[in-house]
């Protein structure tokens, strides 16, 4: 590990996708303009401070879901930067909690079965997906990096880049085994 990388609490995007902005399209501040930098990844700014995204890239995050994931949707507002690149990143969470109808069980073999089935798709663009087991104590989590550059060419704004989501890159016919009775 070089210092670069030990100097970001979070890493350098070299290993791991680190969040550039959260579920409601802020920074997270996790990196830095002189990061953004060294990675010649340009920057747009916010009231004058660094924020990770270019007005232009900034139009395709919001605070929204993509209908996909068998109703499990993807929020919209993410991004993050992932060796030496800036994805968008649709992130599927496969709550399984109190109240849901769904096991711990059955949610992790549906991601399993939905990464597969999309993974093709997106690696073919460029981009990566991830699953991570028990994210929180009541989800599963599939974070779906797209390539910035990739989005801009295939769709003209937010909505146009939802539909492509919904009808294109995650598009899946599989469904989630659902119990009869909420999850304890």
């Not at 992932?82 to 059955?106: H, W």
């Not at 974070?143 to 009808?167: C, G, I, N, R």
Request: glycine share 10%; proline share 3%.
């Amino acid at each position: 590990m070089n210092a670069q990388h030990d100097s970001y609490r979070f890493g350098d995007g070299s290993n791991e996708p680190v969040y550039l902005t959260n579920g409601c399209c802020e920074s997270t501040d996790h990196v830095d303009a002189a990061l953004f930098e060294r990675l010649g990844l340009e920057a747009g700014s916010d009231h004058g401070a660094f924020y990770p995204l270019t007005d232009r890239e900034l139009k395709y995050i919001g605070e929204d879901y993509a209908d996909v994931a068998s109703g499990f949707g993807a929020h919209l507002g993410y991004s993050a930067l992932y060796q030496g690149g800036k994805y968008l990143m649709p992130s599927i969470e496969l709550y399984f909690g109190e109240g849901g109808n769904v096991t711990s069980e059955a949610a992790l073999a549906y991601g399993k079965v939905f990464v597969d089935d999309v993974k093709g798709r997106i690696s073919g663009i460029g981009g990566h997906v991830f699953l991570e087991e028990e994210h929180d104590e009541d989800r599963h989590l599939i974070q779906v990096l797209v390539p910035v550059e990739y989005v801009m060419s295939k769709t003209e704004d937010f909505d146009a880049w939802k539909a492509h989501l919904e009808d294109v890159l995650l598009k899946s016919d599989l469904a989630v085994e659902v119990t009869d009775s909420p999850a304890p």
